[in-house]
Each structure stands twice: as C-alpha cells, then as structure tokens.
C-alpha cells in the first residue's frame, strides 16, 4: 500500500519534514510502502515533525490546521475569524493532496471553550459545503500554541 505525507506548498516556510521519496525507516529494499512530501506553501503552520496529511489509497487524512495566516501568525480576532482561517488551511491542504470540502467524510473540530461553539458553527455551516460531512466537536483543556480552535478531516481522494 502507498502512503504519502503531504505538506501544502503555502506552507514551505514553516514546515521542517519536506524531501524527496524515501522509503520506510528500517527497510533497505524500500518495501511495500512509499513515503512522499510535497511542498504547499498557502497552509502555514508550526514547525513540527508532522505531516498536514497523509494519503493512503482512496482516503487523505488532515492533520489538525490552526488559525495560522499566511506569515505564519497566529490570526487575531473573533472565533469566526480564527474558524474561517483554519477552514481555509483545511482547504489548502485538501487541494495539495488532490480532493476537495466536496470529498470530506468526517471532521474533529477542537475547541478552548465549548461557549465559542455557535460562532465558530456560523461560519462551518456557511463554508463547509453540504451535504455536510459527518462532525464531531470537543472542547479541549489546551490546543497547540494556546489557540481557540484546531480543526481536522478525512475526506475520499
């Protein structure tokens, strides 16, 4: 089976973890499975050891986008604000791996404080097209770099 780690190219600045193919750590004749990085560079993100996805044969999987803008600060504003940028690097990352908001099957919303949610739900039902992809909503105690809200999905290739 192929797997790929994707990084979208709007996001080369602050990714850590883009190479050529390489096969898997501890196989000498490369084995079954194939690693790729590619470059985007409009999804910023911390720098980290992480993939914004990985694709498997069907499926891409989304690692958790933060309200990051282009420059790599965090957004300021309202959770709206926070929520639309996140959904925009969800989407950059999305079209990097060769799907769309139309393929996703499943998204983790993650939030600082569950009182956000109805702002942070306007802008999901305007952005996120229907029909809507199955959701699950947490508040969690502490997201990376202290921020509002992370977002993750799965969506078919």
């Known amino acids: 089976m192929s797997v790929e780690h994707l990084n979208a190219e709007e996001n080369a600045a602050f990714s850590h973890i883009l190479c050529k193919s390489r096969p898997p750590q501890g196989s000498a004749s490369g084995g079954h499975t194939a690693y790729r990085h590619y470059a985007q560079t409009d999804t910023p993100h911390f720098p ?62 993650y939030l600082k404080n569950m009182d956000d949610f109805a702002e942070m739900n306007k802008v999901y039902e305007k952005l996120v097209p229907a029909p809507k992809p199955a959701r699950t909503c947490i508040q969690a105690a502490k997201l990376p770099n202290d921020v509002d809200v992370e977002i993750e999905a799965i969506a078919a290739v």
């Open 48 to 109: 980290c050891l992480t993939a914004h996805a990985t694709k498997i044969p069907g499926l891409v999987f989304v690692s958790g986008q933060t309200p990051i803008d282009g420059a790599g600060n965090l957004v300021q504003g309202s959770i709206q604000d926070k929520t639309e940028a996140v959904l925009k690097n969800v989407g950059n990352v999305l079209k990097a791996a060769g799907t769309a908001w139309e393929k996703v099957v499943k998204v983790n919303v």
